[in-house]
């Protein structure tokens, strides 16, 4: 009975692997969740909006402390959504949505029409096929690829990307920092995407959801919003979940100009029309704080997953899996083939299911996020946005592979 659009799709891997987890009793790297709680700040905030009766809908847009508090942090960091820099308005150029998981097919539905073209990076967060699915418009892949060199970021084909440019394009899907692979675009990378967007005037949604999430000083995440002549035509999504550790309160946003603001808002105003309002009270709090003082809660985090990583990676190594470097968000991929050859395993999807019942350590097979699967088959994804104690269980774990 499910609809052609969607029959594709099947059980969602997230849902797949956690079950599969439940089931063997693994260690779960798999979905991307961290497995502690999220600042006071917000909770308190959140149950005083509950006692003080803030019980009935929020506004299509959001509730005026949260637009605020979300235009005032982004205008504190120099962003420009086309009348200068720091010059946002929440009232035009905020939507608050049901987690950016809202915002990814409100915008695509409410941009695109039937045929229309958009890029997207390959490997790539699911919800972008869906969306584009739902849209009914036609997606053109770029590949990252994999580094060779150990300890080289993920890249691009320069020609690939000016070739996926069509007259048929109307935007691009950019998410940097970048899930599954931890790749924090460039400087120079995103100027040469910016440049063909307007070149072929294009609008550039930007997932930015890992913003706050980086590791390296040296390369930090630069919104393509500011770079020059992409003001007027960027969507900047990101949302509450991710950067503190409140993935379940699904508080979510769009920051845009005017006109692009309008199309976000056309399929929101339908699809969930707005979010709770008490977490969008909790929300607004910890923003309004964050944007006034530096976060200890967020350096916190970020120096909790950088060691995370770092010993899962040097974990990996030990067993015969090769780490790619991750700069950023809650993930790194790693090759699996030499210990998928040793055991007779054939692709991810084989490798994931071996490792979450015979090893105890759930993660989760690429291929997935790629339109392109032989890129995806000899890689897996883990996810270290996690306690101390449950990465030092997963490496205890893994040593197993050794034998
Ligand atoms: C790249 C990316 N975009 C969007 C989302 C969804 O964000 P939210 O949790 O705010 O719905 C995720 C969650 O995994 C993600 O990884």
Redesign the pocket.
């Known amino acids: 009975m499910v609809a052609q659009r969607f029959a594709s799709f099947g059980e969602s891997v997230f849902a797949k692997f956690t079950r599969l987890a439940v089931q063997h009793g693994a260690v779960n790297l798999s979905q991307?969740f961290p497995d502690f709680d999220g600042p006071q700040l917000a909770k308190d905030a959140a149950i005083a909006a509950i006692n003080a009766g803030h019980a009935q809908y929020a506004p299509m847009i959001g509730v005026p402390p949260l637009t605020k508090a979300i235009a005032e942090q982004y205008a504190s960091r120099g962003f420009d959504v086309g009348h200068g820099k720091g010059v946002i308005d929440p009232v035009q150029h905020v939507t608050v949505t049901c987690?950016?998981?809202?915002a990814?097919p409100a915008t695509l539905m409410g941009l695109l029409n039937a045929g229309d073209e958009i890029i997207l990076f390959e490997p790539y967060?699911d919800?972008y096929i869906a969306g584009t699915v739902m849209a009914n418009a036609t997606p053109r892949f770029v590949s990252l690829h994999a580094p060779t060199r150990a300890g080289a970021p993920f890249t691009f084909d320069e020609k690939q990307l000016r070739d996926a440019f069509t007259p048929r394009t109307k935007a691009i899907l950019l998410?940097t920092p970048h899930?599954p692979t931890g790749k924090v675009y460039t400087r120079d990378e995103l100027e040469l995407i910016a440049s063909l967007c307007i070149k072929h005037n294009v609008v550039c949604i930007s997932?930015d959801?890992?913003e706050h999430l980086t590791y390296d000083p040296a390369l930090p995440h630069i919104p393509i919003s500011t770079l020059p002549g992409m003001a007027d035509r960027t969507i900047t999504?990101s949302?509450?979940?991710?950067t503190f550790c409140l993935?379940g309160w699904?508080v979510?946003w769009s920051l845009a100009p005017a006109p692009l603001s309008a199309c976000v808002r056309a399929a929101h105003q339908f699809i969930t029309f707005s979010g709770p309002t008490p977490l969008q009270h909790g929300a607004a709090a910890i923003i309004h704080d964050m944007t006034h003082k530096p976060s200890a809660f967020v350096a916190q985090i970020r120096s909790l997953y950088a060691s995370n990583r770092d010993k899962l990676a040097a974990a990996l190594m030990s067993v015969g899996l090769t780490p790619h470097r991750s700069d950023s968000t809650y993930f790194l991929m790693a090759d699996h083939s030499e210990v998928s050859r040793r055991l007779g395993l054939d692709d991810d999807v084989a490798f994931c299911e071996y490792l979450t019942r015979e090893v105890g350590v759930a993660s989760i097979p690429p291929t997935v996020f790629y339109d392109t699967k032989s890129l995806g088959k000899p890689l897996v994804r883990f996810a270290y946005c996690k306690k101390e104690a449950t990465i030092d269980e997963a490496i205890k774990r893994l040593g197993a592979l050794k034998k």
């Open positions: 991307g987690g950016c998981s809202e990814l967060f919800f998410n899930n997932d959801v890992y999504l949302s509450l979940g991710k993935t699904k979510g």
